[in-house]
């Protein structure tokens, strides 16, 4: 069967219309991807990043370590004239305070890192009042923390506090990277 010219040109108004059709959809398609890609990437810079508000916090907890290192903190509150008692309490209290400064920071770290500084919160507590309770009723201040400190010389591995602040410092680090 042969095709008459009006068909054939019939045939072929039909393929053009039917390509320029599914060209155009195609086109559109794509112009709206796009658009929809751009406008994700618009609200994505918009939206406010919470990496540098978990990079605070690294930064908040990485000083709150070091405030309660035990060798620091004793510097910090060391007061002539206060007796092993007083001056144990007085320890504790500042440890708990700084702890407690900083305990909304835990929204913003991994929970491995807020366990390690309430870990090293709670030993350094710990170490302390163990200390403590070995002096006899009528030592000084001076005499716990002397106690404290040359029981961290001796068991320098007693301390949690290099091991948190390295813990911190990957985490951070991760943050960055």
């Known amino acids: 069967m042969q095709l008459t010219t009006t ?36 609200q994505k810079a918009a ?12 930064e ?4 709150l370590v070091d405030r309660i290192a035990l060798p620091n903190i004793i510097s910090r ?30 929204i913003y770290v991994s929970q491995e890192s807020w366990e ?7 030993q350094n507590i ?5 200390i403590a309770s070995f002096l006899p009723a009528d030592a000084t201040g001076q005499d716990l ?6 029981m961290l010389m001796q068991s320098p591995k007693a301390s949690l506090h290099n091991v948190v602040a390295d813990v911190l410092s990957f985490e951070a680090k991760k943050l960055m990277s």
């Open 60 to 63: 908040r907890l990485m000083l």
């Open 145 to 150: 923390s002397r106690s404290i400190l040359e």
């Open 77 to 106: 509150t060391s007061q002539a004239g206060l007796s092993a008692r007083d001056m144990q309490a007085l320890l504790v209290q500042q440890i708990r305070q700084e702890f407690e400064y900083n305990v909304t920071q835990q």
């Open 116 to 122: 390690a500084v309430r870990n090293l919160k709670d």
């Open 47 to 58: 939206a406010p990043s919470a990496q540098p508000l978990q990079l605070q916090a690294y």
């Open 7 to 42: 068909q054939m040109v019939i045939s072929v108004l039909i393929a053009l219309t039917l390509g320029g059709f599914l060209a155009y959809a195609l086109w559109k398609q794509r112009k709206e991807a796009k658009e929809l890609m751009e406008k994700h990437e618009k």
């Open 126 to 130: 710990l170490i302390i009042n163990q």
